[in-house]
């Protein structure tokens, strides 16, 4: 009987386990009234709602003009917080909307414009992004932490397109940080993969970083983008 109840109590360990595994691989979204199904990419998951210290820390990473919808991060770093250790964060997702666009219902004949427009100012846009992030960003750090923090991105570089659909556009870009506080100072490239989709009527924004060490970073990135947006 003893041994009958150990191995129930195994059986339902496991069962709460894949359970835990399954919400953060599959959640849901309101976007103006909308409910939008995600699924997180192989070996991803959404964390915001498990850990508060983790949605506190990518709003402030997320631009004042946007919503933060969720986080994804992967799962070597999921293991690391359930174990109380730090998570490395050298491969994560972010998905946003724009306050702005939340409530408005876009045609597809609407995202198409949209698309076209961003692909004649790319190069305009990430410039603008790349000087207000760093602004914005630095300043959250410094309000929400209470630590002085002063972040610079180096120039964009494109990496191009690299997907094109009715209801979806992304492209890359690798962008070298350089943050500072107090005496120490830290510099790393990250390769981001920017896709603009329509879903149910409603424009996101999804967002995969990555540390850049090589080419198959990149890869990396655009292959993980096309994964996501493929699913939704």
Known sequence: MKRLSSKLLCLLFILISTLAH???????????GTIIDIQAPHKFH???SL???????????????????????????LQRANENQEPKLNRYMMLQVAYQMENKSVSSAEFQDLT???????????????????????????????IPVDIKIGEPVPLGTFVEQSDAYGFGNLM???????????EYDMVTGIAFLRVKSRVLF????????SEKDINWA??????WIDSM
């Open 176 to 186: 070298r940080y350089k943050v500072s506080s107090g005496e120490k100072e830290i």
């Open 116 to 146: 076209s427009t961003i692909k004649k100012l790319q190069k305009t846009l990430l410039q603008k992004i790349k000087d207000k992030t760093a602004d914005e960003v630095t300043n959250n750090f410094s309000e929400e932490y209470k």
């Open 22 to 32: 399954a919400d953060t691989q599959n959640f849901q979204v309101g976007v103006g």
């Open 222 to 227: 655009k292959s993980k983008s096309i994964e």
């Open 46 to 48: 959404e964390v915001t």
């Open 51 to 77: 850990f508060p210290e983790f949605e506190r820390f990518f709003k402030t990473i997320t631009p004042q003009t946007n919503r933060l919808l969720g986080a994804l991060i992967s799962e070597e770093d």
């Open 206 to 213: 999804a967002y995969v970083y990555c540390l850049y060490e």
